[in-house]
């Protein structure tokens, strides 16, 4: 098989147990040869070839490219510590931010490797990689929510314009991934977890990190919960018919109303109706309004869907009132998502569903539009700059998201980690005026698909303009919408981060 450096990209979630290597053994004095070690990656084994000479120096580190990482990013986080192996001698070396689990499973292959060539991995400076247990919660049939008789139906049109018939009331309900509860928290409260049978998975674990913020206030719901997908995968089928909730919301992100269509028809069948959600939605400025009052039929909660209603509309009334979109004189702005300094990940432009419709609410001039709005491909959607565009257009502002600031990942005994910003070690880009200025943030990813959506709008309109919006402080704003209509505070969450060096 041919050995060459991997590619593969890892997705910042748990880490793997010890990474498959086991503790070194005393020895003999190292033998020249190619060894072979493995380690656990993110899919599956990792494995690596290490060739030493007679006197234990390492000649080179290879990774196998017979393996299941999901392929990108990994390249340049395999190549780089595998060079650095070499190169330092040692097993203490960086990895590349954003792919932890592939540079760790690299280094406890060699380190497996080294071991079997009668190298004590120690001596080198490897630590292995401990995961930290994940306390796990047996389901419990007896938990299970009562099934209420239905006494009536409603009939409503969802996001995708389909005409859905639901009976009534609903006592049991799944959802596409665990943030869509941020809108049902508002209608029902502690009942939104009481009545949540299942929920889909999202890349950063948010079925244990709702678990871990949830649990000890609500109580333990996780007993009567059940996993219904993976994250960005189709719905197990038989994990919803075990659930049997009266309804499965379903929200547009991540291709879940693709995955929903598939099994739309069994569900249908034994009464099981999906209701589509669409958030971000084509229009920013209302698609939590919508999915709102769409809930409140469901849930029977209308009057209570106003009211939170009301406090959106004032938000993005607010904004729309300083009438950024009339200006001359906007900032320019540089959206990036997933972006590290060896990996140059995703933008949007203002016409895109996400952060690119939230910066042109919050008044942005997008460095993207002239490029992404006349592609054929992207229709107006996503894409990667060329670096020599975002260098030439040395925007005013940088904003990132999903490349260090995770989601409702705050906890008391395990605090928030500041994004590391390591994007502007990138060639040229300490001479933007954006990084030279400290006009470089991180946001929540997920915030552009929430229910706090209007934070963030909000957040960078005043940081865009903050002569304009002297007189407003969101974070307060954010904190009373907390107050009055969430179960914690705000918290739970780092939501921005500033560049500070």
Not at 60 to 88: L, P, Q, R, Y
Not at 199 to 210: N, P
Not at 490 to 496: P, Q
Request: glycine share 8%; with cysteine; net charge neutral.
């Amino acid at each position: 098989m041919k050995k060459t450096p991997c590619i593969f990209i890892v997705l910042t979630a748990l880490l793997a147990a010890t990474m498959g290597y086991s503790a070194p053994v005393k020895a003999d004095s190292p033998k020249a040869g190619t060894y072979h070690g493995t380690a656990v990656g993110y899919h599956g084994k990792v494995n690596v070839t290490v060739r030493i000479d007679d006197k234990g120096t390492i000649e080179s580190v290879d990774v196998d490219d017979d393996h299941h990482e999901t392929k990108g990013m990994g390249t340049i986080a395999t190549e780089k510590v595998s060079k650095a192996i070499v190169k330092e001698q040692a097993l203490d070396v960086d990895g590349v931010t954003g792919a932890t689990l592939t540079g760790d499973a690299v280094l406890a292959a060699a380190a497996d490797a080294l071991q079997k060539a009668g190298i004590d991995p120690a001596s080198l400076g490897f630590v292995p990689v401990v995961k930290k247990p994940v306390e796990k919660i047996a389901f419990n049939p007896a938990a299970m929510p009562q099934k209420a008789s239905a006494t009536g139906s409603i009939i409503v049109t969802d996001a995708k314009s389909r005409k859905v018939r639901v009976n009534l009331p609903v006592s049991t309900y799944a959802i596409s991934t665990m943030d869509v509860i941020d809108y049902v928290i508002p209608l029902l409260g502690r009942a939104a977890f009481d009545k949540l049978v299942a929920s889909g998975q999202d890349g950063g674990g948010g079925i244990q990190r709702y678990g871990r913020l949830y649990t000890p206030i609500v109580g333990n719901y996780m007993a009567h919960f059940g996993q219904i997908s993976e994250h960005n995968a189709p719905f197990d089928l038989e994990m919803i018919l075990a659930r049997n909730p009266d309804v499965l919301i379903v929200n547009s992100a991540m291709s879940a109303h693709r995955h929903a269509k598939i099994i739309e028809a069994q569900l249908s069948q034994v009464g099981i109706p999906i209701v589509m959600i669409d958030v971000p939605g084509k229009s920013m400025t209302t698609a939590a309004q919508n999915t709102l009052e769409l809930l409140g039929k469901i849930f029977q909660k209308e009057e209570r869907a106003a009211k939170v209603v009301t406090f959106l509309d004032k938000q993005y009334a607010m904004i729309a009132s300083k009438k950024l979109d009339q200006r001359t004189d906007k900032p320019t702005v540089y959206y990036e998502k997933s972006g590290y300094s060896e990996v140059f990940g995703h933008t949007q432009s203002s016409k895109r569903t996400g952060w690119g419709t939230l910066i042109a609410v919050a008044g942005g001039d997008n460095i993207a539009d002239p490029f992404l709005l006349s592609t054929s491909g992207g229709k107006g959607g996503s894409g990667t700059l060329d670096p020599e565009i975002v260098l030439q257009a040395d925007p005013d502002f940088i904003m990132l998201s999903g490349s260090g600031a995770g989601w409702m990942n705050n906890f008391p005994d395990d605090p928030a980690k500041t994004p590391a910003f390591d994007i502007i070690n990138r060639t040229g880009w300490k001479n933007l005026n954006a990084v030279k200025k400290r006009n470089i943030y991180e946001l929540a990813h997920s915030m552009n698909r929430s229910i706090y959506s209007f934070y963030a709008c909000l957040k960078m309109a005043s940081i865009f303009y903050p002569d304009e919006f002297s007189g407003v402080n969101p974070d307060a704003v954010l904190d009373e919408f907390f107050k009055k209509f969430m179960l914690v505070d705000s918290s739970i969450t780092g939501w921005v981060y500033r560049y500070d060096d």
